[in-house]
């Protein structure tokens, strides 16, 4: 989904590995990719026939489907090629014949400034080691008075627990860099200029067997991944509601909409 800056760093070498992997998988995945999970996101965007979109960081593609059959035309961008071929597998199954696919950074985008409507990033900035650059990125390809978009999970205000569900969360997939609480999601829109967003709040269901079974752990430890979630259920240790249903846990994912208007 996401991609990073070259360097030397591994964090670029873990998304490719990561999302190659996931592939399949990811977009498969009814609580993610389902008409309810995206209703949300095509309500705060607001997308007009007359559109021109473009989502950062695609993944399979199901957030630019659902803007194509609103927009004019939709983009999707993606650092990893085996997301793209499930974004084009998507639209064709779907009959989609306004949108396009692009394999790119998120911190340079291959855009001209001002060009889209609307741009929306969903489920990758806890992969972005430079959240701040990227945000900015989309500022800058938005067309004043355009809509900018951001959805991802969101840790607790509570360092304990946030840390805890990191934790858990790069054992579970070592691409992640970092959830973050709703106050520094906020703080990325201000220091990008933009006005304070609207927030539309929703939580994505897990449950511990299924979520193991998508996941490619580090050090294949399946059942480390396991042990911490079930850990986290006596005192909510990781803020995710986690709770014992027979022999498995439910948890769920906090997460946000935040949508506002790039200034005039």
Request: some cysteine; glycine content about 6%; overall charge negative.
């Amino acid at each position: 989904m996401a991609s990073d800056s070259p360097g030397p760093n591994a964090h670029p070498v873990r998304i490719e590995e990561q999302f190659s992997r996931q592939a399949k998988i990811f977009a498969e995945a009814p609580e993610l990719h389902g008409e309810a999970a995206l209703a949300l996101l095509v309500e705060a965007a607001k997308p007009r026939s007359t559109d021109e979109t473009l989502d950062v960081a695609c993944g399979p593609g199901s957030v630019v489907v659902a803007m194509a059959r609103h927009a004019r035309h939709s983009i999707g961008l993606d650092a990893t090629a085996a997301m793209l071929v499930e974004a084009q597998r998507l639209a064709r199954a779907q009959a989609m014949p306004n949108v396009e696919w692009r394999q790119g950074d998120v911190y340079a985008l291959p855009f001209d400034s001002d060009r889209f409507d609307i741009v929306t990033c969903r489920f990758a900035f806890h992969h972005f080691e430079r959240p701040a650059a990227a945000l900015q990125e989309m500022v800058r390809v938005c067309k004043r008075e355009g809509c900018i978009v951001v959805c991802d999970a969101i840790a607790s205000d509570s360092p304990r627990k946030a840390e805890a569900f990191n934790r858990m969360e790069r054992l579970r997939d070592p691409s992640t860099v970092e959830f973050r609480p709703l106050e520094a999601l906020l703080a990325l829109f201000a220091g990008a200029g933009l006005p304070s967003p609207e927030r539309r709040f929703f939580q994505v269901p897990a449950e511990r067997e299924q979520m193991v079974k998508r996941s490619f752990p580090a050090g294949a430890d399946y059942d480390g991944l396991r042990r911490v979630i079930d850990t986290s259920v006596d005192d909510d240790s990781m803020g995710l509601g986690a709770r014992r249903c027979g022999d498995t846990v439910l948890f769920r994912y906090p997460s946000v909409i935040l949508s506002t208007t790039k200034a005039g």
